[in-house]
């Protein structure tokens, strides 16, 4: 199974752009890139997915290297919401169906 | 829009007791999940479940089971709780290749 890394914690102003890395070195071909996040006390919240190309939605811009070893998720404009875990995540395939492994994420703190 | 509703928010129960967690969706999705949730842990895959009736063990299956009659429930049992259960416990269903989708999540209590 391909395994993530993420930092731990990040600091990010209110308005300026959140770039949160993860690094996936052993992904293979076929598996893709998700990003979710959690807001204290609730279930985690899907926010992109990638397989090789550069992705946006209106949530956020996720961003893939060329040898798809490493990826960033970018908030253009974060604000005091955003403040969640933001786990990384490379989808599995398992007998029949895919089972998602989250890691520890990383907290991002957004300060005004 | 997917809908993952777990049957208790809060859930106190006492050591020994037979604890079980109900999980719906509404989506006919393929795919459940149970997760546990533990401060600097992360959250860990116990059981999951691809087709009614199928289940395979996650990370940390010891101490649960799972029944998966119809589609769209996934139960997570807890034949014997112990105070280590203690946790948020999230249910999550999907369709093969798409996103996952959670529920908010129960917060058992056991003493």
């Known amino acids: 199974d391909a395994k993530t890394t993420q930092p731990p914690s990040m600091d990010c102003a209110e308005g300026r752009a959140a770039n949160l890395p993860c690094n996936h070195s052993?992904?293979?071909?076929?598996?893709?890139v998700y990003w979710y996040r959690q807001i204290h006390s609730q279930g985690p919240q899907y926010i992109i997915h990638g397989l090789k190309n550069n992705e946006t939605n209106e949530m956020a811009s996720l961003i893939i290297t060329e040898d798809r070893k490493s990826s960033t998720l970018i908030l253009p404009h974060a604000t005091l919401r955003d403040t969640a875990v933001y786990y990384c995540?490379?989808?599995?395939?398992?007998?029949?169906?895919?089972?998602?492994?989250f890691g520890a994420g990383t907290r991002l703190f957004v300060k005004a | 829009d997917v809908k993952v509703t777990q049957s208790s928010r809060y859930l106190v129960k006492r050591t020994g007791e037979k604890v079980f967690l109900e999980c719906v969706q509404d989506m006919d999705h393929e795919n459940m999940f149970w997760y546990r949730q533990d401060p600097g842990l992360g959250l860990r895959l116990i059981y999951f479940?691809?087709?009614?009736?199928?289940?395979e063990k996650g990370d940390i299956p010891e101490g649960y089971s799972v029944s998966r009659e119809k589609k769209e429930r996934f139960s997570l049992i807890l034949e014997s709780a112990s105070t280590n259960q203690t946790s948020m416990y999230l249910c999550?269903?999907?369709?093969?290749?798409?996103?996952?989708?959670f529920g908010q999540g129960t917060r058992l209590t056991v003493v």
């Open positions: 999550a269903s999907s369709l093969s290749d798409t996103e996952a989708f």
């Open positions: 479940s691809y087709d009614v009736k199928m289940k």
């Open positions: 995540i490379v989808r599995v395939a398992g007998t029949g169906g895919f089972k998602t492994i």
């Open positions: 052993t992904i293979s071909g076929n598996e893709y």
